[in-house]
């Protein structure tokens, strides 16, 4: 349970530095969101409770295959804001592109094998 809540601090503090890096700085907040801490964290946690090489390399290549679909969110949310759309409105929009880009791209994976 230590474990939990050690991980669940770290974590919390990596997203605490890049809303407060973002406040004064949105180009290095947006770097520091944009680098894969996450899940280097989450690989480096999948490999301390199970050290299975096939499983982390499963886990790594779905990682990759899930954070394309994720990417015109931020395309969007941008382009609705400059829009004159509300801030809520356009992240529940954006969430709801990607809901939809993870399904298509768990289907057209399929198609080519790759299984998530």
């Known amino acids: 349970m230590l474990a939990f809540w050690v991980r669940a601090l770290l974590s919390g503090v990596i997203v605490a530095a890049v809303s407060t890096v973002a406040r004064r700085l949105p180009a290095a907040g947006a770097l520091i969101a944009s680098l894969p801490l996450v899940s280097v964290l989450g690989m480096i946690w999948l490999w301390h409770d199970r050290p299975d090489p096939e499983n982390m390399a499963t886990h790594a290549e779905a ?8 990417l015109p969110m931020f395309l969007l949310i941008p382009s609705l804001l400059r829009r004159g759309v509300d801030f809520w409105p356009a992240l529940a929009m954006g969430c709801a592109l990607t809901i939809v880009a993870y399904l298509a791209t768990v289907l057209i994976a399929a198609r080519f094998g790759v299984r998530l």
């Open 63 to 70: 990682t990759f295959w899930y954070v394309l679909p994720s």
